[in-house]
């Protein structure tokens, strides 16, 4: 291994991942990958292209910049939504290239529109609705307004969707809040419809909603974390396995992240080890030097809580994460040198390390642990077999 660490993407989870939810979804139903913060840290440049092949042909992302390496990332023309930013300055880019954009007040709408004016080309908007988020989304007042501004302009938008986005469906806390955006939904789905407004496609369910609440499936589902083999909550697992007579997790990661040892270093009984007084030696012990740390995306709170592989055993990080290296307790791996592989996430002959190992000890959120997984480690696909 010539890089500090390497991120490896399996070709064959993620092919099973795509066909466990097709299937799930029905033929109906379009899936949109959500590949938004670096498609959750696995890499966009890796990834879509992965997706592409197995079938998918819907992308959604926040930003706009994310949508450009999306573009690039693609074989040929798929569709792809911005859910999130773009700016005022990269709209008529976005139009020009077919990317699909949520519109979420009034502001961006009459502006798109002027871009779509200036071009001569149609805009595709996925018109959002406020139904209890309150995070972004166009209310009823404003709802009125779009459809009149809609309907003079109509020979320069294109409503490919009508959409909202639930709060929280992977808890069961939630369920009457959820209930309450449903119906708001399709009460100004109703508004909308009565003024023949029709749009392409209605959608509001992330991947806890489309397994929680399967009539709010519809026309689209926009699946992120599920795609890369993790469940969005132990809520939604267990609903889905209860009446399961095979309780294996249909679900395969995707990511596994491996680095090396770069020095070996023995520490006597009393001496501290790395920055401050966190941890001290308590008998004589041999120390690795790893290189990665919290630029890495390994988190400082797992200062003295993580745990790496290093030949087929569990060691102990001990001492504060540096931005560089962590320090690991290799005194009982007799075989462990310089060069020795070590495992972040994944497998190591009969051990594993999940993601939600990090979760449990740090309270990081599976979706944050891949989220700040740096953009500069090496991305490698395991191809498919």
């Not at 939504?81 to 008529?92: F, N, Q, R, S």
């Not at 805009?123 to 972004?136: D, P």
């Not at 709010?216 to 697992?237: C, K, N, P, Q």
């Amino acid at each position: 291994m010539t890089d500090s660490s390497v991120i490896n993407i399996d070709e064959n989870s993620l092919q099973n991942n795509v066909a466990f939810l097709k299937k799930k979804m029905g033929t109906k139903v379009i899936i949109s990958a959500v590949v938004k913060a670096n498609a959750y840290g696995h890499g966009i440049e890796q990834i879509v292209p992965l997706f592409e092949k197995h079938g998918i042909n819907h992308f959604s992302v926040f930003s706009y910049d994310e949508a450009i390496r999306v573009y690039n990332s693609l074989s040929e023309h798929q569709t792809i939504m911005i859910m999130g930013w773009i700016a005022d300055a990269e709209l008529t880019d976005a139009i020009e290239k077919g990317i699909e954009l949520y519109v979420f007040n009034i502001e961006r709408l009459r502006l798109a529109i002027e871009c779509a004016k200036q071009l001569n080309k149609k805009v595709c908007i996925h018109l959002e609705a406020e139904t209890g988020m309150n995070r972004s989304g166009i209310n009823d007042e404003g709802l009125v307004k779009a459809i009149s501004i809609i309907k003079e302009n109509e020979q320069y938008v294109n409503l490919a969707g009508f959409c909202t986005h639930l709060a929280g469906a992977e808890s069961i806390s939630n369920h009457s809040r959820i209930q309450k955006q449903l119906k708001k939904y399709h009460k100004m789905l109703t508004v909308l419809e009565s003024n023949d407004i029709k749009p392409t496609y209605k959608h509001v369910a992330n991947s806890a909603a489309a397994f929680i609440y399967p009539k709010a499936r519809m026309d689209i589902v926009r699946i992120g974390i599920m795609l890369y083999g993790f469940w969005s909550s132990i809520e939604v697992f267990i609903q889905y396995i209860n009446n399961k007579t095979n309780k294996t997790d249909p679900l395969d990661r995707i990511l596994s992240w491996k680095s090396q040892i770069m020095s070996i270093k023995e520490v006597k009984c009393g001496e501290f080890v790395s920055y401050g007084i966190s941890y001290l030696a308590q008998t004589d012990i041999k120390t690795a030097l790893i290189p990665i740390g919290y630029a890495s995306g390994y988190s400082r709170s797992l200062s003295n809580k993580g745990r790496v592989l290093i030949q087929g055993q569990r060691c102990s990080v001990i001492g504060v994460v540096n931005m560089n290296m962590i320090i690991a307790d290799v005194s009982n791996v007799a075989n462990a040198e310089v060069g020795s592989e070590v495992v972040i996430i994944g497998k190591q002959n009969d051990l594993e390390i999940k993601v939600s190992a990090f979760s449990d000890i740090s309270d990081e959120l599976n979706y944050e642990v891949l989220a700040h997984l740096s953009g500069l480690i090496k991305r490698t696909i395991i191809e498919k077999i």
